[in-house]
């Protein structure tokens, strides 16, 4: 098993620009693990019953109907589901989710998920855990909403991280540019992606995935500062995926996608 890594003890000087690089990278992140609230997914169609008439004899009023829509999770149920500062280990410690004001460029569609308009037509989640003043840093989502909507919104999630290849995100002065290259973490339906970049000189690493389970999706990002492995990475998703599943059960089974 993957130790979860200690807070550093003494970080270089030159990672005193750790906290804007989280800043300009946490704003990629919203942009895609937020994109399920952009406003670009289509209405929901209204379905309509008619009742016919028969020679026999009326249908008990006791009958129940043919089919029932599954349920779906509540807020609380998907705040039980996230990654807590517990479960990745000693050092980690939740902090506040905020929006900033950076602008992305060098990605149309993550751009215009930026730019969308929010509708309540979705239930969300999201925490955001660091390790000390230079990470890593994870930030995670879950949604649900009706099966359809969501396969909507999970098939352009999917598209937009598998289409995208370069993406620069400035805040005022400071710009980082990220490339974009897939990567295969979580379960068999997963689509993830590796972001690389350098600021001041220093290495800028992440990792951000999407997944589906069930009657949620999930969206995980990871990211870290003067390292490039994906170990640590592969090993959050796995985790957050195994807790989701054992907190909501049959709701993030296969079973809740019809």
Avoid at 110 to 130: H, P
Avoid at 175 to 185: G, K, Q
Wanted: hydrophobic residues 35%; proline residues 7%; negative net charge.
């Amino acid at each position: 098993m993957i130790s979860p890594p200690a807070v550093p003890s003494d970080p270089p000087r030159r990672l005193r620009h750790n906290i804007v690089t989280r800043f300009v990278l946490a704003a990629a992140a919203a942009a895609i693990l937020g994109s399920v609230m952009s406003g670009c997914s289509t209405g929901t169609g209204t379905s309509t019953s008619t009742s016919t008439q028969g020679t026999s004899t009326a249908t008990p009023p006791s009958q129940p109907p043919r089919s029932t829509a599954p349920s779906l999770p509540t807020a609380a149920q998907l705040k039980s589901a996230l990654l807590s500062s517990g479960d990745l280990g000693t050092g980690f410690a939740t902090e506040s989710t905020g929006s900033g004001t950076s602008s992305v460029t060098g990605c149309q569609g993550i751009a215009d998920l930026l730019n969308g308009t929010a509708r309540n037509r979705q239930t969300e989640q999201e925490t955001s855990l660091a390790a000390g003043q230079t990470g890593p840093f994870v930030d995670e989502v879950l949604m649900t909403e009706p099966a359809q909507a969501l396969s909507q919104d999970y098939a352009r999630d999917q598209t937009t991280l598998t289409t995208c290849r370069t993406l620069a995100v400035s805040d005022g002065s400071t710009t980082i540019s990220l490339a974009l290259s897939p990567i295969h973490f979580g379960g068999p339906g997963a689509t993830s992606v590796q972001l690389d970049g350098t600021l001041d000189g220093v290495e800028v690493n992440g990792y951000i995935t999407v997944d589906r389970l069930g009657s949620v999706e999930l969206g995980l990002i990871y990211f870290q500062i003067a390292s490039g492995s994906s170990q640590l990475a592969s090993y959050y998703v796995t985790l957050a995926v195994a807790k989701a599943r054992s907190a909501l059960g049959p709701l993030a089974s296969p079973l809740a996608t019809s």
